[in-house]
């Protein structure tokens, strides 16, 4: 793992807007999930490699809270941290500020399972000790 985890920053699209050039509420999962992504790719756990190894790593629940409207061109810093971690499931928050005064804009909460590639429940401290320890050392870490 990298001794310094780097947050995650985008710009807004035009095309994430609406009519009023506000970030439609449907791409707020879409930064989540970038975000997520690369975390994982930042300490050696990418999908793909992930997906090697018949670990596959679905979205159980979702949950946004909407504090502030992003708009076309803004500049945001996604932070993020592996809330809770269990052989089986795992919980990400997530915090969206706006650059570059660092306003707080958005917060989420997602959860996931580690199935394996027939779709079954998998114990991942168990099969993957390795990859389990990967993720329970950044538990508790904000990413910011």
């Not at 958005?106 to 168990?126: D, G, I, Q, V, Y």
């Amino acid at each position: 793992m990298p001794n310094t985890l780097k947050p995650y920053f985008r710009k807004i699209n035009y095309y994430e807007t609406d009519q009023m050039h506000v970030v439609h509420h449907s791409n707020y999962a879409r930064f989540l999930e970038e975000s997520r992504l690369y975390l994982m790719e930042e300490v050696g756990l990418g999908y793909d490699a992930l997906e090697e190894k018949g670990i596959i790593i679905p979205v159980l629940e979702l949950h946004d809270f909407y504090i502030d409207a992003l708009h076309y061109a803004d500049d945001i810093e996604i932070a993020l941290s592996i809330k809770k971690l269990t052989p089986v499931r795992f919980t990400v928050n997530y915090e969206i500020y706006k650059l570059p005064e660092m306003k707080l804009m958005h917060t989420a909460e997602t959860s996931h399972a580690f199935l394996n590639s027939e779709f079954k429940p998998m114990n991942l401290k168990k099969k993957f000790p390795d990859v389990y320890q990967n993720m329970a050392d950044l538990v508790g870490k904000v990413i910011k």
